[in-house]
Structure formats: C-alpha cells, structure tokens
T-cell receptor, first 115, second 113 residues
Framework: AQSVAQPEDQVNVAEGNPLTVKCTYS??????LFWYVQYPNRGLQFLLK??????LVKGSYGFEAEFNKSQTSFHLKKPSALVSDSALYFC?????????????FGGGTRVLVKP | NAGVTQTPKFQVLKTGQSMTLQCAQD?????MYWYRQDPGMGLRLIYY???????DKGEVPNGYNVSRLNKREFSLRLESAAPSQTSVYFC????????????FGQGTRLTVV
C-alpha cells in the first residue's frame, strides 16, 4: 500500500520569506513523488516530480523539492514566497510498477502568503 | 491544446437522480482516472483505467460506475445520486508509465440535494 501525509493543513508566510510545505510518504518499494498546486476553482497543475538521481528537484515557478529517503520525505520549498503563491498544494506518490499507475494524494496544505 | 476536458462544470441533482460525467483527453494518454475532492480529505481515487479496455476500482468506488469508451474518453456515472456524493470531481490522464505526471481537468462541482 502507498500513502502520503501532509502534516500541516495551512502554512502562513510573509511575502519574501522562505516557504516550506511538508510531505512524508509510505510505500513498500521505490517511489515516484509529485507536487501539484491548485488555485481556486481550478484543476490541479503539475509543479515537479522526483523520479531518480539528484535529491533536489527544481520545478515550475521557482519551486523546488528535496527527496530524503531516510526520512521518507519530499518537502516543497521556495526561497522567496510571492502573494500569488497562495493556493492549495498537494503531494502525491506513485509506486514503481504500481497497478494502473495510481497516484495517491495527501490531504493538501493551504498556503497563505501575506503581503 | 485542450488537454483534459470535463463536462459539465456544475450540476445540481436531486437524490435518486442519475447522471454521467464526461471526460476526454487529447494527449493520446493510456491511463485515465476519476478522483473526488472533499474538504480536508484531499483527492480520493474513485476508478481508473490503466489502458483502453480496462477499468478498476480505486479507494471509493461505491455508488459509481465507469466506462472507458475509447482511448480518449472516460465517463463516470452516478446511478442513484446521494447527498454524500456532493463533491468536486476531477478527471485526469497520464501516459501510463509510473514516472509520468498526470494532467487534470478543470473539475465538475456536483451538488446532490
């Protein structure tokens, strides 16, 4: 079985400050990990993914994420947050060779960036 | 480039009514998925289709049926709607390999009264 946990329902950060959104996962094999962002009344948009190789992955809009196998974490980061980064963020995991390539999502973290 | 298109965008049903949510993708993807999104619960997989001609249950399949009509289209049917099915429904597609990202439609906001 595969599962994802996002321990924070909401993260508040001041504009210009670093932003971190936490994600931990549980799988019985090698994971593929993804981050998505959802703006109000919109579908999910892909931000970045970890497949293999370098543990630091860079994605869209200045976001990056660090894969940590020993801590089973894949935290999303942005060095300097913008008000426009305010949205709902989802971490997702897919197990290598999982049946149907199912994506399992965390519960989501709402990010509020204040001016 | 349309990507994943869902219809309708909004729907209100009475308890016991039936309806079909439509989804089509134009990216030649093999796999398609239906998720529901409820406050505080993230996205939960209802059904998926790993490839044309196959469908399988996800986490929360009860009360739903699906049809993979062809490679492009994957519909979700509610035979007898219940208030517990009030949710936002998302269709998604991916190429079919585990390391590829999924692309999502804009969602259907369904209210069952």
């Amino acid at each position: 079985a595969q599962s994802v946990a996002q321990p924070e329902d909401q993260v508040n950060v001041a504009e210009g400050n670093p932003l971190t959104v936490k994600c931990t996962y549980s799988v019985s094999g090698n994971p593929y990990l993804f981050w998505y962002v959802q703006y109000p009344n919109r579908g999910l948009q892909f931000l970045l993914k970890y497949i293999t190789g370098d543990n630091l992955v860079k994605g869209s809009y200045g976001f990056e994420a660090e894969f940590n196998k020993s801590q089973t974490s894949f935290h999303l980061k942005k060095p300097s947050a913008l008000v426009s980064d305010s949205a709902l963020y989802f971490c997702a995991v897919r197990l290598y060779k999982a049946a149907g390539n199912k994506l399992t999502f965390g519960g989501g973290t709402r990010v509020l960036v204040k001016p | 480039n349309a990507g994943v298109t869902q219809t309708p965008k909004f729907q209100v049903l009475k308890t016991g009514q039936s309806m079909t949510l439509q989804c089509a993708q134009d990216m030649n993807h093999n796999s398609m998925y239906w998720y529901r999104q409820d406050p505080g619960m993230g996205l939960r997989l209802i059904y998926y289709s790993a490839s044309e001609g196959t469908t399988d249950k996800g986490e929360v399949p009860n009360g739903y049926n699906v049809s993979r009509l062809n490679k492009r289209e994957f519909s979700l049917r509610l035979e007898s709607a219940a208030p517990s099915q009030t949710s936002v429904y998302f269709c998604a597609s991916s190429e079919g390999q585990a390391n590829t990202e999924a692309f999502f439609g804009q969602g259907t906001r369904l209210t069952v009264v």
